[in-house]
């Protein structure tokens, strides 16, 4: 029996069957190889000009833009830690700063006082300005400390749970000297004593951390971010490398963008290291030059202070030995030679001039004082150490104190000397941490923009090239 004839359609269909059959295998593969021929493929791009050429540049470009990156990434970090530097830390340590001197105002004034035997309007709004100051700069310095179980939190709490029982005392001791009592001296030196012996070292160390807290932090932020700095290094190395690599390819000499690239790099790497270098000696140098004499000044002035509150405390109880007299002594000399040795660390040295020369002129009318107290002459022994003058005799034969509203001594002249020395001190230490704060700034925004700048550059000193290979 004859087979039916085959058409032609029929006879090539068998073309439009799959050679493999289909399935979950096939689309394994179908995705498989071209990762698989990936590598090849890109080797062999690569081995080509144009391909290597676009490699090149593409790495130039993303070492460029990771250098300024990184270089960003530091300066406004830094900026940031400079910020609390001077926003947190700082204040922390002039309120403490503050705390110390106005608790040692408020004694020293309060002790004075007692010797004109009145209560003038001036010596009641001196010592309530103190006392207000340093209630004021407690809690300024409470506000500053974030850890509550750290050293100064302690400091704070042991200084604010000591001054109710001080302005008691004091209170009790002015109540006492208004009514004529003898009593009102006992109180007055219970009150000293707990200012002298528990208040103010607690104060002085609250302030000595605080400031070593922003001498520590200036000297960690002035030093140079030698990681982002090493990277604009490397991205200009590479640059360069790939100049002649690209005149040798070409036969050109010179590419323009890669030499604008390069010189962009450059100026980024030299103005970052001038700003690196200028916040260094900033934090070395100017930083340091005002954190020790502040410091030096503060610790003068307090010492300035209690030398008043001894004198001031011996003609109150009319106990002034041969110890008491060494002790002031040795105190005026060790503060003439802090002065002497501050004179060319601070920016208005006549105002140490001004000072020596007041507490030269303090020491004779402790002299003095001492003399006539020695010779049973108590009021004018008072006149001597107030800068007062005797009144003449009243009728009942007695002498008193021609008071005066403003305290005029000459200790009075050193502690105003000192408050502003200190107050300059502190502007200038503010004004150099500030400007530390605005060069990170400066950094940041120009390395930014010659790095973009920069890959800019490449690219288009690298797209010419490539298109004479097309």
């Not at 947190?88 to 002039?94: A, C, G, H, N, Y």
């Not at 002298?196 to 951390?209: G, K």
């Not at 001038?274 to 002035?301: C, F, K, Y």
């Not at 004198?311 to 040795?330: C, P, V």
Request: net charge negative; proline share 3%.
């Amino acid at each position: 029996m004859a087979m039916p004839p085959v058409t032609a359609f029929e006879a090539d269909r068998w073309m439009d069957s799959d050679e493999h059959p289909t399935g979950r295998g096939s689309s394994f593969k179908g995705f498989v190889n071209p990762a698989l021929e990936a590598p090849r493929r890109f080797l062999k791009f690569a081995s080509t000009s144009p391909g290597l050429l676009t490699i090149v540049s593409t790495i130039l470009v993303l070492a460029i833009l990771a250098a300024g990156g990184a270089m960003v990434y530091s300066s406004q970090n830094r900026q940031a830690q400079l910020n609390t530097l001077v926003s947190q830390t700082e204040p922390l340590s002039d309120a403490a700063q503050e705390l110390f001197n106005s608790l040692s105002v408020a004694d020293s004034v309060a002790t004075t006082s007692f010797l004109r035997k009145s209560t003038t309007d001036a010596a009641t709004r001196d010592y309530d300005a103190a006392m207000s100051s340093a209630s004021t700069s407690l809690i300024r310095a409470t506000s500053g400390i974030d850890n509550i179980e750290s050293r100064e939190m302690e400091l704070v709490l042991q200084i604010q749970n000591s001054m109710p029982e001080y302005v008691k005392l004091m209170s009790n001791a002015q109540t006492h000297d208004r009514l004529r009592n003898p009593v009102g001296a006992s109180y007055l030196a219970q009150a000293s004593t707990l200012m002298q012996d528990t208040m103010l070292p607690a104060a002085q160390e609250l302030y000595s951390r605080t400031s070593e807290e922003v001498s520590t932090q200036q000297a960690k932020l002035s030093a140079p971010l030698w990681f982002p700095l090493s990277g604009i290094v490397a991205a200009i190395i590479m640059l360069v490398i790939a100049q002649f690599w690209l005149a040798a390819l070409t036969n050109r000499r010179l590419n323009l963008g890669y030499v604008a690239a390069t010189g962009l790099m450059l100026f980024a790497l030299v103005w970052a290291s001038i700003s690196a270098a200028l916040t260094w000696h900033a934090g070395n140098q100017d930083v340091q030059g005002t954190v020790r004499p502040l410091e030096q000044l503060t610790a003068v002035r307090i010492s300035v202070q209690q030398s008043r509150t001894q004198e001031a405390l011996g003609l109150i109880q009319r106990d002034y030995g041969e110890d008491r007299q060494q002790e002031f002594s040795d105190a005026m000399a060790d503060i003439d030679s802090k002065l002497e040795g501050l004179r060319n660390q601070v920016s208005h040295p006549e105002r140490i001039d001004t000072a020596r020369e007041a507490l030269r002129s303090w020491d004779e009318s402790h002299a003095k004082m001492v003399s006539e107290l020695k010779n049973g002459r108590y009021t004018e022994a008072l006149a001597a150490a107030l800068d007062t003058k005797v009144s003449e005799e009243k009728q009942d034969g007695k002498k008193d104190l021609r008071a005066a509203d403003e305290d005029t001594s000459d200790y009075t002249v050193v502690d105003n000397e000192m408050q502003e020395l200190i107050s300059s001190t502190r502007e200038e230490l503010r004004d150099i941490l500030v400007e530390g704060r605005t060069a990170a700034g400066r950094v940041t925004n120009l390395v930014l923009a010659l790095t973009v700048l920069s890959a800019l550059c490449v690219f288009f000193g690298t797209r010419p090239r490539l298109q004479e290979f097309l």
